[in-house]
Each structure stands twice: as structure tokens, then as C-alpha cells.
């Protein structure tokens, strides 16, 4: 049973277009986050949300508009992708903000925009 | 700014033969500093939190330590199986949320 689950795998899409990740936690974590992966393996926050509330917003294209409809759930939306928006988007969870303690990470969405 | 600089990028290892990986890292008070092992085509998995400098955690084949400026994580005889891509990270005490500034990684190929 998979903790942190997300979807699609991998996304292969044109510039311009808009695409959605959708991931979704089952250990009744409180926070939720999105980073980003680039070609160099840097993991970057881009969000975190704690039980629906919007924590962390990094400098991130506000093309880039993240949503958590329930503490179980945040979804990333990208509109009008961009070449340089190519990168593994990882999804992940932790107890709640504030905790220091480790974040379970989802599997990874790969975005390739041509 | 907190930032975090991993050494070396790659590491070659025979099995068996043991060698460690080095963390450096500048964090405006440091709340916790993390490792994690990353599998191909995987999210990351964590290994170990440190919270203070001196303070050393093992795992199996691994061994974490910290200093206020480094960490260091010793892999003592490695097998195959440990080859992965393994990734430091702070929080700073200051930090919105639970926010973690990863390194670069190391990545480890261990041969039989």
C-alpha cells in the first residue's frame, strides 16, 4: 500500500500546453510539499501546505499553482508549460510543519515539455 | 542563504572496500540536518536525522556523523546493494514549514 502516491509517472507534453500532478498521502500526515528535481539531481521546495493552508511558496512562476482540497491531497497545475520546466516533480508528506523529522517522498512525476 | 555542498559527485567502490561521503553545509542556526538514499527512477527514502554536532547514527552498513560545519556518512563494507544516490539536506532553525535545502548528492556505485 503505497504511502505517497502520485500521478501520472511521466508526462510528455508541448510547450505552451497546461498539465496537472495530482498526489495523494495515506499515513494522516498534516503537511504536504512540491520539489522539483532538475537535470543536476538538486532537490528545490517549490510548496508546502499544512492541513490545507498554503506554508511555503518559494519563487516559483506563478504559472506553477498548487491546490490541497484535504490534508491528504495536494495537486500541481502548470500552465503554459515551458522548456525549462522539464524536470522530476516529487510530491511528499510529513507529520506536520515545524517537525523535524523525515518526509516520506512519492516515486516521482517526470514532465518533459518539447 | 542556506546552502549545502555534497563531495564527492561520484563515488567508484569495489565491495567490500569502505569510504565516506562528505556533507558540507551554511544554515543560519541548524535545526536538523537529514540523509537520504535515492534509488533510480525513486523518491527519496530517509536514513537519518542529526540534531547537534557529535552526535553520530547508524544503520546497518551506514554511519552518520556531524560536526557544526560537516557530515560525514561512512559506508563500512559495501555491497552492491548499497548503490543509490545519497543526498544531504538542513533545516535551519528559522525555517518556514519543514523546508529542507538538499545538496547535489553523491552518487555511489558499489561492484561486486
Known amino acids: 500500500d503505497t504511502a505517497v502516491s502520485q500521478t501520472p509517472k511521466y508526462l510528455v507534453t508541448q510547450m505552451g500546453n497546461d498539465k496537472s500532478i495530482k498526489c495523494e498521502q495515506n499515513?494522516?500526515?498534516?503537511?504536504m510539499y512540491w520539489y522539483k528535481q532538475d537535470s543536476k539531481k538538486f532537490l528545490k521546495i517549490m510548496f508546502s501546505y499544512n492541513n490545507k493552508e498554503l506554508i511555503i511558496n518559494e519563487t516559483v512562476p506563478n504559472r506553477f499553482s498548487p491546490k490541497s482540497p484535504d490534508k491528504a491531497h495536494l495537486n500541481l497545475h502548470i500552465n503554459s508549460l515551458e522548456l525549462g520546466d522539464s524536470a522530476v516533480y516529487f510530491c511528499?508528506?510529513?507529520?506536520?510543519?515545524?517537525?523535524?523529522?523525515?518526509?516520506?517522498f512519492g516515486e516521482g512525476s517526470r514532465l518533459t515539455v518539447l | 542563504e542556506d546552502q549545502v555542498t555534497q563531495s564527492p559527485e561520484a563515488l567508484r567502490l569495489q565491495e567490500g572496500e569502505s569510504s565516506s561521503l562528505n556533507c558540507s553545509y551554511t544554515?543560519?542556526?541548524?535545526?536538523?540536518l537529514f540523509w537520504y538514499r535515492q534509488d533510480p527512477g525513486k523518491g527519496p527514502e530517509f536514513l537519518f536525522t542529526?540534531?547537534?554536532a557529535g552526535e553520530e547514527k547508524e544503520k546497518e552498513r551506514l554511519k552518520a556523523t556531524l560536526t557544526k560545519k560537516e557530515s560525514f556518512l561512512h559506508i563500512t563494507a559495501p555491497k552492491p546493494e548499497d548503490s543509490a544516490t545519497y543526498l544531504c539536506?538542513?533545516?535551519?532553525?528559522?525555517?518556514?514549514?519543514?523546508?529542507?535545502?538538499f545538496g547535489g548528492g553523491t552518487r555511489v556505485l558499489v561492484k561486486p
Open positions: 539536506a538542513v533545516q535551519a532553525a528559522k525555517a518556514a514549514g519543514n523546508k529542507l535545502t
Open positions: 544554515v543560519s542556526g541548524l535545526r536538523g
Open positions: 542529526l540534531y547537534s
Open positions: 511528499a508528506s510529513s507529520r506536520t510543519q515545524g517537525y523535524t523529522g523525515e518526509l516520506f
Open positions: 499515513l494522516g500526515h498534516d503537511t
